[in-house]
């Protein structure tokens, strides 16, 4: 069964310093994949999506992810965090065929410091 | 345009009651997903469907828990006989023709059974 594992629970980061969140997946066929953001009071927001082709996906915010097939991991990244880059964030994964359910990780909390 | 919206947006109920938590989709999604977010955790899937046809209920977690989307377009997450554990918030996505795989999230409704 397909799985999601987001190892950290909590990350704090320094304004302005880079950023990088882990997913690890487990699926047996190429998964389709992505990445949601969820502010205090609000919806699940999406940041950006993988389903095939250039494995370094660009996405909202100047977030980026890169797929690594060999390491079953769908990193997120930001080269600069600002203050409101503060959230939980959601690793997921597209459940079988595409579009009928996502599975998703348990949520990394990111904290900014100043 | 306006996104998904959910009502009530909070609700308390006593054990034993009935609660039933509406969900309206984005103008044109075809297709609707119910999921439940435990705090600390990610969303889990419900539930899901296109138009009116209810596709997929096997994350629904017993009988209590029903759904309906008579139209084809407004849902209605049914939980019969309220337990403590039914605690959680329940959050609704839909998504457009052609794109399931892109879901879009309303605010949730935060049930509290007491």
């Known amino acids: 069964a397909q799985s999601v594992t987001q190892p950290d629970i909590h990350i704090t980061v320094s304004e302005g310093a880079s950023l990088e969140l882990r997913c690890n997946y487990s699926y047996g066929a190429t998964p389709y994949l992505f990445w949601y953001v969820q502010s205090p009071g609000q919806g699940l927001q999406l940041l950006l999506k993988?389903?095939?082709?250039?494995?370094l996906v660009q996405g909202i915010k100047g977030f980026e992810a890169e797929f690594k097939r060999s390491q079953s991991s769908f990193n997120l990244r930001k080269p600069s965090v600002h203050w409101s880059d503060a959230a939980e964030y959601f690793c997921a994964v597209g459940r079988g065929q595409a579009g009928t359910a996502l599975i998703f990780g348990k949520g990394t909390t990111l904290s900014v410091s100043s | 345009g306006a996104g998904v919206s959910q009502s009530p947006r909070y609700k308390v109920t006593k054990r034993g009651q009935d609660v039933a938590l509406r969900c309206d989709p984005i103008s044109g999604h075809v297709s609707l997903y119910w999921y439940r977010q435990a705090l600390g955790q990610g969303p889990e899937f419900l539930t899901y469907f296109n138009y009116e046809a209810q596709q997929d209920k096997s994350g629904l977690p017993n009988d209590r828990f029903s759904a309906e989307r008579p139209e084809g377009s407004i849902s209605t997450l049914t939980i019969q006989r309220t337990e403590q554990r039914d605690s959680a918030m329940y959050r609704c996505?839909?998504?457009?023709?052609?794109?399931?795989?892109?879901?879009?999230f309303g605010p949730g409704t935060r049930l509290t059974v007491t």
């Open positions: 993988y389903f095939s082709g250039d494995t």
């Open positions: 996505a839909s998504s457009s023709p052609g794109r399931s795989y892109e879901q879009y």
